[in-house]
């Protein structure tokens, strides 16, 4: 963060001349987090993205697939968030067989993941048509990392936001995390059932089938009809510079927010295109910034008009969700949509039960954390979004055949 005597306008225009303005794209409520201080790595767009058919991600490695491979995201997707009744009760961190037992466990989900994978069928159920692009990603809660050490990456809960206290109870946190992708949608669903199968005491709190609009890279059209996925780190120096944990046993994971957005797209769709590109940020067409340029250019949030106002408005999306406001690192997001048709809200109105399926991954929660509480206080776009689902979880660090999935776990 800048230090008190250096004014924000300041700020502002040091990072203009390094380039790292202003990017919107739907996060955690809907945003954006940047780097803000100059050792910071570079990020730039992703154009390598091969428009053919994706090879096969890499199951092993020191980071699990689905993150940062394929760089393009795959079109469909499922996650499953799951509680382990009678694990990690109360007490549970003195037990001296819990890690062990925690350990075992994760090491048989990476195994189930090798083989599906593989194309080998796991206790007589297998993918017929194999597994294709299908990659799966493991995470756990902070109710069993906590009990396993509370200074641990990820053993924190994520705070409530505005709105949060109206989520069902059994929609908040989980102690696993599930999340597959691919190309074909029954091969995604039948890995999940496989692998809840493998959790002893298996309770599913809720799962969400979801999809991605054709892009390049990480860049796609959000269902409100916007770009997303501009501005996110790319490359080995940004990745570890803002998405793996940097040291310690979990040295390579990563923290990873899933919350499940509601979008009210018809009241934003309301308003005309002009005032839906203020609320944003960018032009809805392209997704040049309102201040000029191309759809991979970075806002000039100092530019006004001739009356004195911004160009890019106060409360737009953009300018809340600006690293010099949110003093974080940059989130990789890898956002989806859903449509699970029309259901009766609080208030027993039919509501389109429709919207963003929001994943990031960050070396620390804090990124998410204040990025989100920002965009409560002054996000214009906040107004459309009704948060009904939430956790946070540990990401694993890789596996392969000789190092488990959990070996680290201390």
Same mark, same amino acid.
């Given at each position: 963060?800048?230090s008190?005597g250096l004014?924000r306008?300041?700020?502002?225009r040091?990072l203009?001349?390094?380039?790292i303005g202003g990017?919107?794209?739907?996060?955690?409520g809907?945003?954006?987090?940047?780097?803000t201080?100059?050792?910071?790595?570079?990020?730039?767009?992703?154009?390598s993205?091969?428009?053919g058919p994706a090879?096969?991600?890499?199951?092993?490695?020191p980071h699990?697939a689905g993150?940062?491979?394929?760089?393009?995201?795959q079109?469909?997707?499922?996650?499953?968030v799951v509680?382990?009744v009678?694990?990690a009760g109360?007490?549970?961190?003195?037990?001296?067989?819990y890690a062990?037992?925690l350990?075992?466990?994760?090491?048989?989900l990476?195994?189930?993941?090798?083989s599906l994978t593989?194309g080998?069928?796991?206790?007589?159920?297998?993918l017929?048509?194999g597994?294709?692009d299908?990659?799966v990603t493991?995470?756990?809660g902070?109710?069993?990392?906590?009990?396993l050490?509370?200074?641990?990456?990820?053993?924190d809960?994520?705070?409530?936001?505005?709105?949060?206290d109206?989520?069902?109870p059994?929609?908040?946190?989980?102690?696993?995390l599930?999340a597959?992708y691919?190309s074909?949608p029954?091969?995604?669903?039948?890995s999940l059932?496989?692998l809840?199968r493998?959790?002893?005491g298996?309770?599913t709190r809720? $799962?969400?089938?979801c999809?991605?609009?054709?892009?390049?890279?990480t860049? $796609?059209r959000?269902?409100?009809?916007?770009?997303?996925?501009?501005?996110v780190?790319?490359?080995a120096?940004?990745?570890?510079?803002n998405?793996?944990i940097p040291?310690?046993?979990?040295?390579?994971?990563?923290i990873c927010?899933?919350r499940?957005l509601?979008?009210d797209?018809?009241a934003?769709?309301a308003?005309?295109?002009?005032r839906q590109?203020e609320?944003?940020?960018?032009r809805?067409?392209?997704?040049a910034?309102?201040s000029?340029g191309?759809?991979s250019?970075?806002?000039d949030?100092?530019a006004?008009?001739p009356d004195?106002?911004?160009?890019?408005p106060a409360?737009s999306h953009?300018r809340a969700?600006?690293p010099s406001?949110t003093g974080?690192?940059l989130m990789?997001?890898r956002?989806?949509?859903?449509?699970?048709?029309v259901?009766?809200d609080?208030a027993?109105?039919?509501?389109?039960?429709?919207g963003?399926?929001?994943?990031c991954f960050?070396r620390?929660?804090?990124?998410f954390?204040? $990025?989100?509480?920002?965009?409560d206080?002054?996000?214009d776009l906040?107004?459309?979004v009704t948060?009904?689902?939430?956790?946070t979880?540990l990401i694993l660090?890789?596996f392969?055949?000789?190092?488990?999935l959990?070996?680290d776990?201390?």
């Amino acid at each position: 963060m800048p230090s008190a005597g250096l004014r924000r306008r300041d700020v502002l225009r040091a990072l203009m001349a390094a380039g790292i303005g202003g990017g919107a794209g739907l996060a955690g409520g809907l945003a954006v987090a940047g780097a803000t201080r100059s050792d910071e790595p570079e990020i730039a767009v992703d154009e390598s993205a091969d428009a053919g058919p994706a090879a096969p991600p890499p199951v092993h490695g020191p980071h699990q697939a689905g993150i940062d491979v394929p760089a393009t995201p795959q079109p469909h997707g499922a996650v499953a968030v799951v509680d382990l009744v009678g694990l990690a009760g109360a007490g549970a961190s003195a037990d001296p067989g819990y890690a062990t037992l925690l350990r075992r466990l994760c090491a048989e989900l990476g195994r189930t993941i090798t083989s599906l994978t593989s194309g080998h069928p796991v206790n007589g159920v297998g993918l017929p048509d194999g597994p294709g692009d299908l990659t799966v990603t493991i995470g756990l809660g902070p109710r069993l990392v906590a009990a396993l050490d509370p200074g641990l990456p990820g053993a924190d809960d994520l705070p409530l936001f505005a709105g949060d206290d109206a989520i069902p109870p059994g929609r908040v946190g989980g102690d696993i995390l599930l999340a597959a992708y691919g190309s074909d949608p029954n091969a995604i669903g039948t890995s999940l059932r496989v692998l809840t199968r493998q959790l002893p005491g298996a309770s599913t709190r809720w $799962t969400q089938r979801c999809f991605r609009a054709p892009g390049n890279g990480t860049v $796609t059209r959000n269902p409100l009809g916007f770009h997303d996925g501009v501005i996110v780190p790319h490359g080995a120096d940004a990745l570890a510079g803002n998405v793996w944990i940097p040291d310690g046993p979990m040295a390579g994971g990563s923290i990873c927010v899933v919350r499940r957005l509601r979008l009210d797209t018809a009241a934003f769709d309301a308003h005309p295109v002009h005032r839906q590109e203020e609320i944003i940020g960018r032009r809805r067409g392209d997704g040049a910034p309102l201040s000029g340029g191309g759809p991979s250019d970075e806002a000039d949030l100092l530019a006004k008009t001739p009356d004195g106002h911004y160009v890019t408005p106060a409360r737009s999306h953009v300018r809340a969700a600006h690293p010099s406001f949110t003093g974080s690192h940059l989130m990789l997001r890898r956002g989806y949509a859903f449509d699970d048709g029309v259901v009766d809200d609080a208030a027993d109105v039919q509501v389109a039960d429709a919207g963003l399926l929001f994943t990031c991954f960050q070396r620390d929660l804090r990124t998410f954390v204040q $990025t989100q509480h920002r965009l409560d206080e002054v996000d214009d776009l906040m107004r459309f979004v009704t948060c009904t689902a939430s956790g946070t979880f540990l990401i694993l660090p890789g596996f392969d055949d000789d190092r488990p999935l959990g070996a680290d776990l201390p």
